[in-house]
């Protein structure tokens, strides 16, 4: 089927019924609305566009996000390979880690959230329409600066026979962070059954945790909440963002306040508390049957006498119990800690293409070799 491609620079710019006619069956990310709200939140920091696919009969089959952003590298073990992604042939080595990046996916979501389409086309098609637009993208005289490096955002491995036409257009696999995500087993109906399926040193473990964080009040905060909190809800996000290996994307957490609005219950936004001063908050969506964790804010003056990430860890856990979900997706970053309470690794894969052909035949092997970090894996379950 030969795809007909609409390209716009704003959400606003998309016609509503066209859009919700695909996303409707997509997951929450590609809500209308919720790209309304992240488009506004972001005004001025970062550049959007959206595609909307048609079939013969004009009849829209197909939508993606795409955003142009700096990737920055911020002592991660990828700081070669940003470099390399950074330079063109004959350019100098950049000394600020920052690749400008053209990304087909939503870059504050973990997961394949940067399209969908209609259930009657194929994968390799799929990805085929993605690629065009991709390409009709990079070559906008508009884009000051250029995009350097073109990324698929978080692929799902192993399924190497849907992205051959990414190989065939010269995209690169990049093996990034895994995903930890913990299968919560049906039998426990409360924290007490968690517990019961815990080794002794696990138990150990969680009761340490719950002992340390004693002091934390944690509370769910409404829209107008989130709303009056914004300044200090940024700051304690800033903390952790400068914190991160890699900074894809700096997110203004006003946005929340929006969100809250537009979804209620399927977006937790919990403040945790110290003698009544927000220190932390955590936030995460209930996407089907699986919490899927966002971001975090931290104090790190206070978090190790209080232990609130690890508290925020065994909340959002005894959260999706009390819900009934089936999975929880904790992200990346701090694997071992979220493998001790019973979270696994999931390996994703970017595809990455540089925009200079030369270059890109050159960076192709030193991006194919990249592997994640490494980490200790542990399990707290008794056998």
Known sequence: MDLRLSIHDSIHLVRRSDWEGVANEAALYLCYDLLSALEDAMAGSMTFRYAVFHDGNYRPVGIACFQILDLED???????????????????????????????????????????????????????????????LRADERLDPKVSVLIF????PGRANETTVLDHHGYHPL???????????????????????????????????????????????????????????????DDVLERSPFIFGRLNVAVYAQWKALLGDKLLFHGFYLNGELIG??????LGDTLDAQYVGIDHSRNRQHGIYQRMLVHLLEVAIHKGLCHINFGRTAEQTKSTIGAEP???????????????????PFVRKVRPSGFEQRSPFRN
């Open 153 to 156: 955002k978080d692929l799902w």
């Open 175 to 237: 093996a990034m962070d895994v995903d930890m995500v913990m299968h919560i087993d049906p039998e426990w109906k409360n924290m007490a059954g968690y517990v019961e399926a815990l080794t002794s040193k696990a138990r150990t473990r969680i009761n340490a945790i719950l002992g340390r964080s004693i002091a934390l009040e944690i509370k769910e905060l409404s829209a107008s909440e989130i709303q009056h909190s914004i300044p200090l809800l940024q700051g304690l996000f």
């Open 281 to 286: 908050f955590s936030a995460a969506f209930v």
């Open 74 to 136: 911020n002592g991660s073990a990828y700081g070669e390979g940003v470099r390399n992604l950074g330079s063109g042939i004959g350019s100098r080595i950049i000394k600020d880690l920052k690749v400008r990046s053209l990304v087909c996916g939503n870059v504050f979501h973990c997961g394949d959230h940067g399209a969908h389409f209609n259930r009657e086309i194929g994968r390799e098609e799929q990805l085929r329409a993605l690629e065009m637009a991709m390409e009709q």
């Open 346 to 364: 999931v390996g994703m894969l970017f595809y990455v293409k540089h925009r200079n052909r030369l270059a890109n035949r050159v960076i192709g």
